[in-house]
DNA sequence: TTTCAGTATGTACTAAGTACACAATTAAAA
DNA sequence: TTTTAATTGTGTACTTAGTACATACTGAAA
């Protein structure tokens, strides 16, 4: 077997262009809601498109997706995941281009939008029918892979206030999941698993008996291990 | 805001090559083993590589990865899922190549890699130490994923031949999760389950007392609906 | 002071997971 | 032919987690 030289390889390799976009997931007023911004392509005038870039030269796509994150929102440390690589060859109208699906989740009420060109802003995940490119597909991808993941982990957290009352914590679960949940089986559910903190604090403002709110113990998520067997199909 | 026309747009964008890799998993002697070929570069002389192949111009990556199965194995019906997109600058000798990893489970016994170019054959997973580019991280992602994958679902199926005993299938999630299970426990957990059909037939040519056969239900799998509700972290 | 909206909590029941022990079967060795 | 080794096959007591459901409490506003 004649060895080969790299370069040389590569060389002949065919090149296309790499993309990332984001999936920016928020949460308020008891909805899921996602960042997209207008598509200023001609043929898809007028519709929503997600946040993406091109991957440069020399650039991991990790590190391009947490570029557009912060060129979009201005936050730099949260959470973002890589989901998936979309590659139908027609997916751009403009010609062949691979992206890759990241997905972020943020606090609104963290954000508040100070970049709205191309006219970024929340729209509720459950009113969007139509987006530009393969959006769609790729933001249903997103969504699903955010049910599976706030299950496993507590990333839900990162779409609430620092301080937050059980019924909100509910009420996120019940959004992104799309089913309703027992109230006092969702309460016992938390308490035994017993990192949440309570803040000896309570709701303001609002029109009924206010509710506790607590704050969760990631100090105490990292440090215990994960049981990770249950084989269950 | 100006529209633009996509093919100039993407006209602009930076190009370069995107490939996929293989991993390429199967069981066999109570181990558990990935396919590798010896690597053709100079630089990794001597080293073992995943099977890859770069994505051609109108190809969907789906599609390469199945053709880089079909081609270095002769499988066409076997389970391929994308894994992770691998994208660090120097990850290729040869220069910036991004590449997708896809993972395979297929039955060794009914594959005789009658295609044994580049050295193609079967190692044991845990006693691989170094390889070629980046593949070492890759192969240890997808095995990981492995672990996760099998007890969600029955994908370790694809692994055992057609007819199997429960010490074959205990000793398959042994080996793949890396721990040692409860054979009773484990029993009853399949049983409970209800999704193993019971062939009436023995295990043939073991030294010992031979166990029952079975085959794994998929048609009542498929029709059964997932449970997917479950939030523990 | 009553009503409203929502918080807070408990219990009985069912299902699933865990730890553990012994009898039955086959092949092979004595 | 008997014994031994290896492994299959099964059951029970216990603990833990999940589910369904009802009532009392609190604060704000009418």
Redesign the interface.
Known sequence: ???????????E???????VDCVIFGFDDNELKVLLI?S????Y?GMWSLLGD?????????AAAYRVLDQRTGMTDIYLD?V??F???KR???????T?AYCSLLNIKHHSLQITE?ELHWHNVSSITEMAFDHKEILDTCHEWL??M?????LGFNLLPDKFSLRELQNL?EAI?G?QLDRRNFRK?FAT?DLLIDLDEMEQDVPHRPGKLYKFNFEK?NKSP?K??????
Do not use: C
Request: no cysteine; glycine share 6%.
């Open positions: 077997m004649p060895l080969k030289n790299g370069a040389a390889l590569v060389a390799y065919p090149k296309m262009p790499v993309t207008r200023d392509l001609e043929k005038q091109v991957v440069n030269d020399t650039e991991e796509i990790d890589q998936k690589a590659s139908h060859p751009h109208p403009g010609g062949r281009v691979i890759v191309n049910q599976k706030i299950q496993e982990h507590p679960y999941l089913i559910k698993m998520y994960r990770w067997i249950g084989i269950d199909f």
